[in-house]
């Protein structure tokens, strides 16, 4: 308690350190009489993106995102402008990301999804088939699920080679 009396008063004083460059280590995140400190002097964009890295990118936060923020250097942030700047960045990229998969999808990109999609059905069926196989040896074929994957891998190939021209252009 006493050390956050004693940082409180060296920001208040004249020849404290700007608030971004006071030491994470120096503080009690936990304090948020202490945060709201920090957070009142600095602007308001900074003073949001600390608040942001307290509450979803510090490691003790409750709201935690899961993902420490590192610097260039592998390592945490060590001060408040550090925090700052790599909760900044995360937050950019994080939001950049959600409006990439937000966007609509071009009609070759959807017809890859699909092909994609299509070619992890047909490698499961062969799989099983080739369990199958290898459970039953030559007996297989006779089996009835032998005719079910058959019949769903013929299905899964003749989409394949209807797709083909869509994925890959008709000059192929």
């Avoid at 059905?121 to 088939?129: E, N, Q, S, T, Y």
């Avoid at 369990?131 to 003749?158: C, M, N, T, V, Y």
Wanted: hydrophobic residues 45%; charged residues 25%; aromatic residues 4%.
């Amino acid at each position: 308690m006493m050390r956050a009396i004693l940082l409180f008063l060296v920001l208040l004083g004249g020849c404290a350190p700007g608030a971004r460059d006071i030491a994470l280590s120096d503080l009690n995140l936990s304090d948020m009489q202490q945060i709201q400190s920090i957070r009142n002097q600095l602007g308001p964009q900074d003073g949001r993106a600390f608040a942001n890295y307290i509450v979803r990118h510090h490691v003790a936060s409750v709201n935690y995102c899961g993902r420490p923020l590192l610097g260039a250097h592998g390592k945490p942030p060590e001060t408040v402008g550090e925090a700052i700047d790599l909760a900044m960045r995360r937050d950019a990229l994080e939001l950049g990301a959600a409006l990439a998969a937000s966007a609509p999808k071009h009609p070759r990109q959807l017809a890859r999804d699909e092909w994609d999609s299509l070619i992890r059905d047909r490698d499961i069926k062969v799989d099983a088939r080739a369990r199958l196989h290898d459970q039953f040896g030559d007996k297989a074929s006779r089996r009835p699920e032998w005719a079910s994957l058959e019949a769903q891998l013929s299905e899964i190939d003749r989409k394949l080679v209807a797709m083909k021209p869509v994925v890959f252009g008709a000059d192929r």
